[in-house]
């Protein structure tokens, strides 16, 4: 939760350059190895759903990875190093996620991991990688609990100093979204809907928080099984409940079938969501029901900004599949993060990496401060990202149209 004012500037969002520097020898903290050209091989970890209803997401985060390291190797960024990903699928599973965690750990060859999507997964692994002194940059998760501890509206406590993430957090989502909603959207009744999961519960949670303190009133409250496409009976209780809005907190595998149910039981309202379901695959799934429905992502659209041309031109030149989705710039300067903070370590050591490459990585991560391409990207004492900047999205003629961007502040 945060206060009151939203300033409305222009924002940023998208990808930044990748860059690494490593030269050295492997070791059981975590080093590079000799690649078989006499450079120094260091490998970049991600982890994402690359399976299911979220890949569209977590390939655009694999895919932008991907294309820092390749452009990395191109330019010779760092003499002697050759950079690689391992990519691993968590299919937005919890479990599925610290598993891969440990697998990650166990190849000396990482020092830096980007990922995952989703909070729950990120709430899971961060303790693998901190036991372990790996450093994890997530260009998604925005539960605020993850940098700020349990008790961060009372007192905000960093749990783990080797977690970083590039996203801003739902304390500040939330709101922005609320105060959106009630103050340009003129909207002043909310039916508030959650999945019950460690994002789309925050995210409705700050929401609502923000929503009633501007005078507006929260009419009905649900949670859904994230496991249904059935949301029938829900869809009823918001068209008795008299609300002029819905929020939703959670992903748009559900969130489409969702929206759809409530038009079609009579509610023609908009469907407001954040980040999880700002995603074409959410304007598949509603139909033309979607049409007026809201989000919020982080950032601003990657088209929009100056400083994503280039990215946005590498990625299509390298002829990826799948689209860049809504955090492929923030795993590109995620990645980019990881590899000054390496640069630093390895300049501070003569040109090659030290015995205890993954630990001086972490530290290095903090001071890490460069333009990307998401705009200016550093790190406060919670390893959260200093951009704030939002944007709100509409379902237009079948495609998302930027509303308004700007930062909230409090």
Not at 232 to 242: E, L, Y
Not at 369 to 377: A, P, Q
Request: glycine share 12%; charged share 25%.
């Amino acid at each position: 939760m945060r206060q009151r004012s939203l300033i409305a500037i222009t924002a940023a969002l998208a990808a930044g350059a990748l860059t690494l520097t490593a030269c050295g020898s492997r070791d059981d903290n975590g080093g590079g190895s000799d690649s078989g050209n006499g450079d120094t091989t260091v490998v970049i970890g991600v982890d994402a759903p690359l399976t299911g209803d979220l890949s569209a997401l977590g390939l655009g985060i694999k895919n932008s990875v991907d294309l820092a390291t390749k452009i990395a190797n191109k330019e010779k960024y760092v003499e002697g190093v050759t950079f690689k990903i391992e990519a691993l699928d968590d299919q937005g599973q919890a479990s599925v996620g610290q598993q891969n965690a440990t697998k990650l750990v166990a190849n000396k060859d990482v020092l830096g991991v980007v990922g995952p999507l989703n909070s729950s997964v990120g709430e899971s692994m961060q303790k693998v990688f901190d036991s372990a002194k790996l450093v994890e940059v997530s260009p998604a998760n925005t539960n605020p609990a993850l940098t700020q501890g349990v008790n961060w509206q009372t007192k905000k406590e960093r749990p783990y100093k080797s977690y970083f993430r590039t996203a801003t957090t739902d304390a500040i989502q939330g709101p922005f979204a609320a105060q959106y909603v009630f103050n340009e959207a003129k909207k002043k009744k909310v039916f508030v809907i959650d999945d019950k999961k460690t994002y789309g519960a925050g995210l409705a949670a700050t929401f609502t928080a923000e929503f009633k303190e501007l005078g507006g009133q929260v009419v009905g409250t649900e949670h859904i099984n994230p496991e249904s496409k059935d949301f029938s009976a829900v869809a009823t209780k918001v068209k008795n409940s008299g609300a002029d809005v819905v929020y939703y907190g959670g992903e748009y595998p559900q969130a489409g079938p969702l929206s759809k149910q409530i038009k079609e039981a009579g509610a023609k309202i908009p469907l407001v969501g954040g980040d999880g379901i700002y995603s074409a695959d959410f304007i598949k799934l509603s139909g033309a029901a979607g049409t007026g429905d809201l989000a919020t992502s982080v950032g601003a659209p990657v088209e929009s900004l100056p400083s994503a041309k280039e990215f946005v031109a590498n990625y299509k030149a390298e002829g990826y599949k799948e689209a860049y989705e809504a955090y492929g710039g923030y795993s590109y300067d995620s990645a980019w993060a990881i590899i000054e903070a390496v640069k630093k370590v390895v300049e501070d050591n003569d040109g090659k990496l030290p015995d205890d490459a993954r630990a001086k990585v972490v530290d290095a991560m903090q001071n890490v401060s460069f333009d990307g391409v998401t705009g200016k990207v550093s790190f406060d004492e919670f390893g959260d990202a200093t951009n704030k900047q939002l944007t709100v999205y509409t379902v237009k003629g079948g495609d998302w149209a930027t509303v308004k961007s700007g930062t909230f502040t409090g």
